[in-house]
């Protein structure tokens, strides 16, 4: 009877350690969506919804977001990981006929040189390139021209928790000379607690500031994330709720919501 049930627990050690082999992996993966220079594809998707105030109280704004994030190995040490914005935007119910517009927004592109190993303090960071295309379908919907500027990313990973700030200065360079020129600096301090069920709960900003008109826009941002698998396709949904603490006087105001769905494509 012994020699039997060790012979069934042999059998059983390889299922066990895929078992466990898959769920190291998921959780590598869990941490990996909270480190914005992973080595790893990645395609987001988001939904956005913003109330407005002000002279446009009643007005809102959905926006439909894809994020692509492909990585590029340039040699032994060093990444190359592409972050595209690519918004889709539909804004109602202004007073101003001329801003009540559907289509095809401004596309923010950056790129990252990151070294594939941490520092020897833990640091993970990248710098790069960023790029401004005014691609909006309207005059509504985009600045009207052509941007660049440096771009910065650093964080931390220990245990469960994720702690980092991303960074952006664009200028305008080129574009349509009736629309103002572009000065603008985005911030983006994050942190977030992956758990071992690989729910991801995070807080930070998405702060701007527009030097030429000396204006604030700083969104706060609390989101829930949950890791899935479906057949051989894992993702994360995460929901978001956003308030806007800090806008344009006939800008976003008060809370807004955040739907997300990221598709990962891992190695």
């Not at 049930?5 to 909270?34: G, M, N, T, W």
């Not at 559907?102 to 960023?130: C, E, H, R, Y």
């Not at 930070?204 to 969104?219: I, K, L």
């Amino acid at each position: 009877m012994m020699k039997c049930i060790c012979c069934l627990a042999f059998a059983a050690l390889p299922f066990h350690l895929a078992l466990a082999q898959e769920e190291d992996q998921e959780a590598e993966l869990a941490k990996k969506l909270s480190n914005p220079v992973a080595a790893m594809i990645s395609v987001p998707v988001q939904y956005n919804h913003d109330d407005y105030g002000g002279r446009n109280d009643g007005a809102s704004v959905d926006t439909l977001v894809l994020q692509p994030v492909i990585p590029f190995s340039l040699n032994d040490d060093w990444n190359l990981i592409t972050r595209t914005i690519v918004p889709f935007a539909d804004a109602h119910d202004f007073p101003l006929a001329a801003l009540n517009s559907s289509g095809l927004s401004d596309i923010t592109a950056s790129q990252f040189f990151s070294p594939k190993s941490p520092t020897a303090d833990g640091l993970i960071w990248g710098v790069g390139p960023v790029e401004l295309l005014p691609t909006a379908a309207d005059d509504a919907l985009g600045r009207g021209k052509w941007g660049l500027g440096p771009t910065a990313v650093v964080l931390k990973q220990t245990g469960p928790w994720t702690v980092g700030f991303l960074g952006s200065h664009i200028w305008s360079v080129a574009g349509d000379d009736k629309r103002d020129d572009l000065s603008v600096t985005s911030l983006q301090p994050f942190f977030s607690y992956t758990t071992a069920t690989h729910t991801t709960i995070g807080a930070f900003t998405e702060s701007t500031y527009d030097w030429r008109n000396r204006q604030w826009s700083v969104p706060l941002i609390v989101q829930a994330g949950q890791m899935f698998k479906i057949g051989s396709q894992i993702g994360q949904l995460a929901i978001a709720g956003k308030y806007w603490a800090e806008a344009p006087v006939d800008g976003p105001s008060g809370w807004g919501v955040r739907i997300q769905l990221t598709l990962l494509f891992p190695k």
